[in-house]
């Protein structure tokens, strides 16, 4: 995206939101859970044991300051990256959140029309409410991604990742931190599980790899299905190799905190990364993932590109993230509360105030684009 802007754009900007819409997290995340029961929003708000991790993530960031350039003339300002030989107009991604019909019946295709319209690509999640299918359909003309979850049954996963080459996907993302699901105590509390409720089922209801295995179908054994084929301790780098053989797109890592991991990463082939502690949602008491992103960024020296998630929720967030050497940020909850909130509409207006919030901190910290973001200096504290 290159645009030129007005001093006062925000403020002017802001005029035309409707009144009541949200604009910061914390009208956001507010406006979701007055949307939806609570063990609902708990299941998206919550983490990992006693999220300890999950107020780290957030607190972490207070730690990282900018250190503007100034007199830089930032009147055009370019905020496009290139990723996998794609050029995107802004370095924001919307992470893989399954189950979204738990946020608004229209669930990944509100989403991924709003992303659309906003250019950022959508990761869609294996344990999608919709199927790969339907929302490359809804959205025909957008970039997109697929995460994928290890089947049990390889075969599955292999079937899935065929489909999301066909439909057109750009990347395979391998999310490698919840070979079993974290341990979530509000969950447990609230007897909650959307996978139950059959809100993330729609890559497998659709696939004829996994019907196959099901000796009747219904949906308590779809369900099961899908509960026994998700979880797979087993993971290992072997999988990762196999995955590379079978796929022609870039394969991506999604959950590397060790330097060496990252460095592992790189020695199997993988094309990129995610630095990520899954929004604190799985292993609570692990580094956030802002404090694992330098030692990592170092390690990989440009080798391949590192992308980053876990507690993003502004655009100057995404500013200390891609100076502190990231090449894109991922945001998960935010879009998610957008969605309850807002439907498509909710999603479509948080996009465009996080992209004017790091439009304008990337002016006001002296940066005409991303290379230069990366350049600037980060003070710890
Ligand atoms: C409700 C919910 C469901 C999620 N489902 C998935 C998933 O299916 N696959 C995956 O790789 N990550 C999943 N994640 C993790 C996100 O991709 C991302 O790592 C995390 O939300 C980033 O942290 P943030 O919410 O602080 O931005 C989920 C997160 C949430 C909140
Ligand atoms: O809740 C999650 O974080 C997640 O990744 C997931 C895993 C299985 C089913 C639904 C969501």
Redesign the pocket.
């Known amino acids: 995206m290159s645009n030129s802007f007005k001093s006062n754009d925000n403020v002017v900007q802001s005029i035309d939101i409707e009144e009541d819409s949200p604009i910061s997290f914390e009208e956001i995340e507010s406006a979701a859970k007055q949307a939806m029961s609570t063990p609902a929003f708990s299941?998206i708000a919550s983490g990992a044991g006693g999220e300890e991790t999950v107020r780290n993530n957030a607190d972490a960031f207070k730690k990282y300051s900018i250190t503007p350039r100034l007199l830089n003339d930032v009147s055009k300002l370019d905020t496009s990256v290139t990723i996998f030989g794609q050029t995107y107009p802004t370095p924001l991604l919307l992470a893989?959140?399954?189950?979204l019909k738990l946020a608004d019946e229209q669930g990944d295709l509100a989403v991924a029309r709003a992303a659309a319209k906003y250019k950022v690509p959508f990761i869609q999640?294996t344990?999608s409410s919709y199927s790969i299918e339907d929302v490359a359909q809804a959205t025909s003309d957008s970039s997109k991604w697929f995460q994928l979850?290890w089947s049990t049954n390889e075969e599955i996963s292999f079937n899935m990742v065929k489909r999301a080459e066909e439909a057109g996907y750009k990347a395979i993302v391998l999310?490698i931190d919840?070979i079993t699901?974290?341990y979530r105590e509000k969950d447990m509390r609230h007897r909650f599980s959307?996978?139950a409720l059959g809100y993330?089922q729609g890559n497998f209801e659709s696939d004829p790899v996994f019907l196959s295995t099901l000796e009747k179908v219904n949906s308590r054994t779809i369900v099961q299905g899908i509960i026994d084929n998700?979880n797979y301790p087993a993971l290992n780098w072997e999988h990762v190799k196999e995955l590379k053989k079978r796929t022609s797109l870039p394969l991506v890592l999604k959950g590397i905190l060790h330097p060496e991991d990252a460095l592992l990463a790189i020695e199997y082939g993988v094309d990129g990364i995610i630095v990520s502690n899954?929004?604190g949602?799985?292993l609570d008491g692990v580094i956030s993932s802002i404090d694992a992103l330098p030692e990592i960024v170092k390690v990989v020296d440009s080798q391949i590109p590192v992308l980053f998630d876990s507690g993003i929720r502004r655009g100057i967030d995404a500013l200390k993230v891609l100076a502190l050497g990231a090449d894109a940020v991922l945001v998960g909850r935010p879009y998610v509360y957008s969605l309850a909130a807002g439907g498509e509409k909710g999603v479509g207006q948080f996009l465009a105030n996080f992209l004017q919030d790091l439009q304008t901190s990337m002016m006001l910290s002296g940066v005409k684009d991303v290379k230069e973001l990366r350049q600037l200096k980060i003070a710890r504290v």
Not at 96 to 99: E, K, L
């Open positions: 299941y893989p959140v399954g189950v999640s344990v979850y999310t919840t699901l974290g959307p996978l993330g998700i899954h929004g949602r799985q």
